[in-house]
């Protein structure tokens, strides 16, 4: 019987241990690597700011949400529609 993890698969415990793995791989997020030019990271970062953000991964998140949710966002001009 072949082995995972030195655990002998068709057993119980084999057969949780894959679950629990599979599970996991789930509930993960996902990494997407981006790049943006300079004006438009400067955008992002005045956004953030504004609308007291923490972090510029959490601003670029909120942006897309509300992006395909086809909101408005605010900026220093006022608040926007989203193209």
């Not at 997020?29 to 504004?50: A, H, K, N, Q």
């Amino acid at each position: 019987m072949p082995k995972i993890n030195n655990v002998k698969i068709g057993t119980k415990s084999a057969d949780c241990a894959c679950l629990s793995r599979i599970e996991a791989m789930k509930a993960k997020t996902e990494r997407v690597p981006v790049m943006f030019d300079r004006g438009l990271v400067e955008r992002i970062d005045e956004y953030s700011y504004l609308n007291r953000i923490r972090t510029r991964a959490e601003a670029i998140r909120h942006l897309i949400n509300v992006g395909l949710a086809g909101g408005c966002v605010k900026t220093e001009k006022g608040t926007e529609a989203a193209a």
